[in-house]
């Protein structure tokens, strides 16, 4: 018989991210409960950050490819080849074909989890405290390593997959001109996220919006697991509430672009033209240029905006604005609320807005409802303070502890279903 003191020992997590999603939220989140065991970097920027830092837009980018809190001996990168294949894909991306852009997304992908799977290899793999996580396109040939080596796995699906494409063509489609229409990813791309999904033990997602759309996709309900995204407070000093004064100033932050409900948000504009209102349009510019300079006078193109500046942007804003057709979850609202900004937000992402607390909630494709709920925070702003004070409470809930703490609360409950050893002590 077990004693009455006995516990079980932590998971061990095995992360792979290509990319610095989420600035490293999940490996640090992890790594702060000492719950990291490994983490595969595609890109990982170990020396030169300070000079990068003084370069042009790509090399600062490229210093940001890093994070201090990571011990080196944690970390397995593949930076030479990375980069490279990044920085050709870069200059390839304004004239390549759905299907081009769908290819070389399943080459890298591939490319990146044969490494971390060639690396596996190498090390001992214990199936009753491991746990790999890996995010969706760059991860099957590692998935298929472990399910046979009998080590539990997630992979973070961080969209609402073909769902989402569904929705990205019909709105293309309902504002001609606005946007070239994307066409339709080609159908290997699907197979290699499906394969996914059937080989992980988990599938991982950010929000019910896309875990109803990955249901409707034929993934099982009992598969998914629903954990929002966080972000990282411990250096925050805290804004105080917005004070509202003078002009309104609305931001935008992201790809500037349909699916993201641009055009919404310049009807919106165009309703509100009678009021002291400004909109800041801050991220690249995917729309038309006749569109866009057709665009009404209140609003301003920031253009694209690299980390190490985003404080700045917000610092400029009273209100923050998300009218997203289909997102995953939208970090950039939680980012918005560290800074104190109310936000206005479709239902379809991410669920973090408290209707009439910490800001609005209006229907998505819903100009007048947008336009509405900007026009009585700019006649109110009392009601701006309020929302402001309460957004800030609101984020506190959204460290990146209490992320890692749920994962790993979801992951030992998954396990334990499935029937997967554990280590006792």
């Known amino acids: 018989m077990e004693s009455s003191s006995a516990f079980q020992e932590p998971l061990r997590w095995i992360v792979a991210q290509e ?47 890093f994070q201090h809190e990571l011990p080196p001996d944690r970390v397995v990168s593949f930076s030479p080849r990375a980069v490279l294949a990044k920085t050709v894909q870069h200059f390839r991306r304004g004239w390549q074909t759905p299907e081009e852009r769908a290819d070389e997304f399943c080459r890298y992908g591939r490319w990146f989890a044969g490494r971390v799977r060639e690396h596996l290899k190498t090390i001992e793999l214990d199936p009753a405290r491991d746990v790999f996580f890996g995010f969706d396109t760059n991860s099957l040939e590692a998935l298929d390593l472990l399910k046979e080596r009998g080590v539990f796995t997630i992979v973070d699906q961080v969209d609402p997959g073909k769902f989402h494409e569904d929705m990205v063509i019909e709105e293309c489609e309902r504002w001609p001109g606005w946007q070239k229409l994307p066409g339709r990813t080609p159908q290997p791309y ?135 057709i289909s997102d995953g979850f939208a970090v950039t609202q939680l980012e918005a609320m560290a800074h104190g900004l109310p936000v206005v937000a479709t239902p379809n992402c991410g669920r973090v807005v408290t209707d009439g607390v910490d800001g609005s909630i209006v229907p998505a494709r819903d100009s007048r409802s947008l336009a509405d709920a900007l026009a ?50």
């Open 19 to 65: 990319g610095s999603r989420q600035s490293y939220a999940v490996p640090v989140s992890l790594h702060r409960l000492g719950f990291l065991r490994l983490y595969y970097a595609d890109v990982w920027c170990r020396w030169g950050r300070s000079a990068l830092r003084r370069g042009p837009t790509g090399a600062r980018a490229l210093a940001g490819r």
């Open 190 to 324: 699907w197979d290699r996220r499906e394969a996914e999904w059937q080989t992980a033990n988990l599938v991982l997602v950010n929000s019910e919006w896309s875990r109803q759309a990955l249901i409707q996709q034929g993934v099982s309900g009992v598969k998914i697991v629903v954990v929002p995204l966080a972000i990282d407070l411990s250096n925050e000093h805290f804004a105080q509430p917005v004070e509202a004064r003078g002009s309104l100033k609305v931001l935008w932050l992201g790809n500037v672009i349909v699916s993201k409900g641009i055009q919404y948000l310049v009807e919106a504009a165009r309703i509100l033209e009678g009021r002291d209102i400004e909109f800041l349009l801050a991220g690249p510019v995917g729309i038309e240029r006749d569109i866009v300079r057709k665009f009404p006078r209140s609003m301003k193109l920031l253009g694209r905006v690299t980390r190490d500046k985003l404080g700045e942007v917000y610092r400029q804003a009273h209100v923050f604005v998300l009218p997203t």
């Open 376 to 425: 009585r925070l700019d006649s109110d702003r009392r009601l701006v303070r309020e929302m402001s004070r309460n957004a800030l409470i609101t984020i506190r809930k959204y460290n990146l502890p209490s992320n890692a703490r749920l994962m790993q609360g979801c992951a030992i409950s998954a396990r334990s279903r499935q029937g997967f050893p554990v280590v006792v002590r």
